[in-house]
């Protein structure tokens, strides 16, 4: 019998509308949870910032990753990836699953650019072995992105059984579509959106979405669905759009 998982990936963009005109981070909640989703990949997640604090009234008093995990997703980690004076943002992964153990790993390419690899593994009921996730969220500049990449397959090929379920998701910032190549030659994995729809999702920016930089690439599922979240109302929160992916495990 087949174990089905729904998964999304959204970056946040801190919590704020574009331009950071309005903190949307309540609004932002109720659509995620809107999703259904059994596992979230989240970036540009904010942990802290004293500035925001202070100047908004309903500003959450945990982390964000917390505030939005709330009751739905009792599991959860974040990485910790740029720290400033106000507080410091990354990555985080919501799991209605036990998450067993993670870790953050630093994939920055160079100082001006802070990027992390947020690695958990989860147990699943049903699933033999422990599934595991990856959030990525990759560098602006393609030298960057390629030193990033590697550091990728690195983890993949020293920490994850080659039988055991894969799931890696997040903000690529891979304009011309590279990343999909090497990851499907050097590792087998395969992007929902392509499997499912035959090209890679438009995520970008939310208003007009014209680039594919939002992916979620799998190994050992199927793909059932794969869902662009479009329409005036998500817009209002985020410049990228979220993606949904309905999987498939034997």
């Avoid at 990949?41 to 959450?60: I, K, T, Y």
């Avoid at 992105?145 to 397959?153: D, E, K």
Wanted: glycine share 6%; proline share 4%.
């Amino acid at each position: 019998m087949s174990i089905v998982l729904r998964v999304a990936s959204y970056n946040i963009h801190k919590g704020f509308s574009h331009f950071n005109r309005r903190m949307v981070i309540h609004e932002l909640r109720e659509r995620l949870r809107a999703l259904s989703a059994d596992i979230v990949f989240l970036q540009e997640v904010q942990g802290s910032h004293a500035g925001h604090a202070e100047r908004f009234a309903n500003w959450p008093t945990t982390p964000q990753y917390e505030f939005l995990a709330d009751s739905v997703w009792p599991d959860f980690a974040y990485g910790k990836n740029a720290v400033y004076d106000a507080g410091h943002h990354g990555n985080a992964i919501l799991s209605r699953y036990p998450i067993l153990r993670w870790e953050n790993l630093d994939i920055s390419a160079h100082a001006y650019e802070s990027r992390g690899l947020l690695h958990a593994e989860m147990a699943v009921p049903g699933m033999k072995q422990a599934l595991h996730c990856l959030c990525v969220h990759m560098g602006l500049f393609e030298r960057g992105r390629a030193i990033q990449m590697h550091l990728l397959a690195e983890r993949i090929r020293s920490a994850v059984p080659d039988d055991a379920p894969l799931i890696i998701a997040g903000d690529f910032n891979d304009w011309r579509i590279r990343a999909g190549k090497q990851l499907a030659q050097e590792l087998g994995l395969r992007e929902v959106f392509e499997l499912a729809n035959g090209s890679p999702a438009r995520s970008f920016p939310s208003a007009f979405p014209m680039f594919h930089l939002d992916r979620i690439y799998v190994r050992g599922f199927d793909v059932a669905e794969a869902r662009v979240m479009h329409g005036a109302y998500w817009r209002r929160i985020s410049d990228h759009a979220a993606l949904t992916a309905t999987l498939k495990h034997a």
